[in-house]
């Protein structure tokens, strides 16, 4: 497998010198002041490169190159990375006042996530509701003409999967062994331990989870950081607003996936599952997959010892349902049953790039099916589609079991 992202990531985290992180941060910064011509992003980008995060600092770049003039004359295409995660205010009002009010898709696509912060960080209703009013008019000429998602098209077989080769997932496995939390194989790898005594041929990654009363943030970023052969890629928090007695929509960010790279090129993903109730739910940014509460017991896959979930045949029916039937293409928003969106419009953002990208097809298909079916998109006559930030019956469970245009992998 292609190893050179495990070496490039490995590099940007570092630790780097003193004179290493003051030389790129003034690089950095004089790049990004000849991007946008404002010295306040120029700035917080330098100080991100001080600070060593370069990941971070090199993602800011990256997203104002391809926002720039420089970048739409190159022809580049946008990334799904969101800029304001993590910006001081006043950088957000900076990166405001360079966005303007162009009419492009990319521009209004970009103000989109400036005010998807808005709507979470309003300090009152009346700011709240007009940020929610301001997304909905920046986004309708994006969606004016977004037909009703083509279940056909969503469901059209996708590209080979790539390599998964099993000394390398072995090996991925083993590594993860340097993490001194209580962890367990869920979801795909699970699934394979159980059903095929191994990984599954066409899967994609190996996923973990960890119980949140064991889990700590600091103490799971010092541990990746100090092993040699995985690398953490990034974080997407859970996000799902619900409106307050004051009228507020607020939401708690918790830890939910941290996504890790072995030195094979294998991904791994790593799942916080938080308590509510009898339930264990884990998720991201964009999802949330519900299961009843479960105890751990012992597993071995490609005979490698793991835990897992006591009740196999619970978990598994959960997630998948008739998952003693192999199928060849399985995607994670659409094939399984336990799933639910969380309302978060900086995930909203994320769902309409991708549907509005004209490739892969497939997967804008699939985020048209999730914009529709989760009630933000609505026929309005002779207005067309319509956005709407907070659709009808928001912040109830809906109980409803998806379509299932799928990837390879189940």
Not at 56 to 75: D, F, K, M, Q
Not at 100 to 128: E, F, M, S
Not at 307 to 329: F, H, I, K, Q, S
Request: charged share 20%; aromatic share 8%.
């Amino acid at each position: 497998m292609d190893t050179r992202r495990f070496d490039t990531l490995h590099a940007l985290r570092g630790p780097h010198g003193r004179l290493s992180r003051i030389a790129m941060a003034g690089l950095a910064g004089l790049a990004v002041a000849a991007l946008t011509g404002h010295a306040d992003l120029a700035r917080e980008v330098a100080g991100l490169f001080r600070q060593d995060r370069w990941v971070t600092g090199s993602h800011r770049l990256n997203w104002y190159l391809r926002h720039s003039t420089i970048g739409r004359l190159a022809g580049l295409q946008a990334p799904l990375f969101d800029p304001v995660t993590g910006m001081p205010p006043a950088t957000v009002d900076a990166l405001q006042g360079w966005l303007g009010k162009g009419c492009d898709p990319r521009d209004r696509l970009a103000r989109l996530n400036v005010l998807a912060h808005r709507i979470v960080t309003a300090p009152d209703a009346t700011t709240q509701a007009t940020a929610i009013a301001a997304f909905e008019d920046v986004a309708a000429p994006l969606v004016h003409d977004m037909p009703v998602a083509d279940l056909e098209a969503a469901a059209a077989p996708a590209g080979p999967a790539p390599a998964f080769g099993l000394s390398e997932a072995r090996a991925a496995l083993i590594a993860l062994r340097q993490i001194r939390m209580p962890w367990y194989v869920i979801s795909g790898t699970f699934l394979g331990a159980v059903r095929e005594g191994t990984f599954l041929a066409h899967d994609y990654d190996i996923d973990i989870g960890i119980h949140a009363e064991d889990f700590d943030d600091a103490a799971f970023r010092a541990q990746i950081g100090t092993t040699k052969d995985l690398v953490l890629v990034n974080t997407s928090p859970h996000r799902d607003l619900a409106l307050q007695p004051d009228g507020l929509w607020r939401d708690t960010p918790r830890p939910a996936l941290y996504r890790l790279l072995h030195a094979s090129g294998i991904g791994v993903d790593v799942f916080v599952h938080h308590p509510d109730g009898d339930l264990r739910w884990h998720g991201s940014a964009k999802h949330r997959w519900d299961n009843h509460d479960f105890a751990l017991a012992d597993y071995t896959i490609a005979g490698l010892p793991v835990r897992g979930p006591a009740d196999a045949d619970r978990y598994l029916t959960e997630n998948y349902g008739d998952w003693r039937t192999p199928v060849t293409r399985f995607n994670c928003s659409t094939g399984t049953p336990n799933v639910r969106f969380p309302f978060n419009p900086a995930a909203l953002v994320e769902h309409l790039r991708i549907a509005l990208r004209p490739h892969p097809a497939r997967e804008a298909q699939i985020a048209r099916l999730v914009l529709w079916q989760e009630g933000h998109l609505h026929h309005r006559g002779a207005e067309g589609t319509r956005l709407a930030v907070v659709p009808q019956g928001a912040g109830q469970t809906a109980d409803r079991d998806c379509p299932a245009p799928t990837d390879p992998g189940r």
